[in-house]
């Protein structure tokens, strides 16, 4: 489904319709489906993933895999109520490549980046956010139009052309892929340092 035909999109439950026949680029068909963002209609952040991964793929539903457990671990030590959030995907399909009867995640391109992107400019519509939280540089990416290095913009508040506030951190993802655990440990304080940061900045408001 094509953006261009479709009739101004009013409410999630649309959205979701319209991202479950979307074929903007080739990674629906290899994909068991879109993925939705998941949240209150209106929450005060919107964070913002990379793409589904093999168990939110199956599930139809945004980070419930180990990176969603890791997120909400995180959330509640940053004193941030899940229920005040909605979690989405810069990209809605799983884009994977088998290995044996796995499924290894690959990250999205440009170009399939940017043809979601109507989706996530969608979504920030209809929740309003006071503030979009990035994970990892592919949401970055979408939510800028620009490649940026997470280094350089972490912990820095930054402003969306909307007015929207944009922070951006890791994808909890790469945590688990830290093997020493004192390093573990050490980049799971920053990323709910991070977290905390962004709650402090729209509690000033």
């Known amino acids: 489904m094509d953006a261009e035909t479709l009739e101004p999109i009013t409410s999630l439950r649309q959205l979701a319709a319209a991202e479950a026949g979307c074929t903007r680029c080739p990674l629906y068909k290899n994909a068991t489906q879109a993925v939705p963002g998941e949240g209150p209609s209106r929450a005060t952040f919107m964070l913002v993933g990379e793409q589904p991964g093999d168990k939110e793929d199956l ?3 945004p980070f419930v895999g180990p990176a969603g457990r890791m997120l909400d671990q995180a959330l509640h030590d940053a004193g941030i109520a899940r229920e005040k959030t909605f979690v989405t995907n810069a990209v809605k399909h799983f884009k994977h490549e088998m290995r044996g009867k796995r499924r290894l995640h690959k990250r999205p391109n440009n170009y399939e980046i940017e043809r979601c992107k109507i989706w996530l400019d969608d979504e920030r519509k209809l929740i309003k956010p006071a503030a979009v939280i990035a994970l990892g540089v592919t949401a970055a990416r979408s939510l800028t139009g620009k490649t940026l290095t ?6 820095k508040p930054l402003t969306l052309a909307d007015g929207t506030k944009l922070f951006v951190t890791v994808h909890p993802s790469s945590l688990l892929r830290i093997e020493a655990e004192a390093d573990k440990r050490a980049a799971y304080r920053a990323f709910v340092a991070d977290l905390k940061k962004a709650a402090a900045e729209v509690a000033a408001v």
Do not use: D, F, Q, Y
């Open 59 to 61: 599930a139809g539903k």
């Open 150 to 155: 997470i280094a350089k913009v972490r912990g």
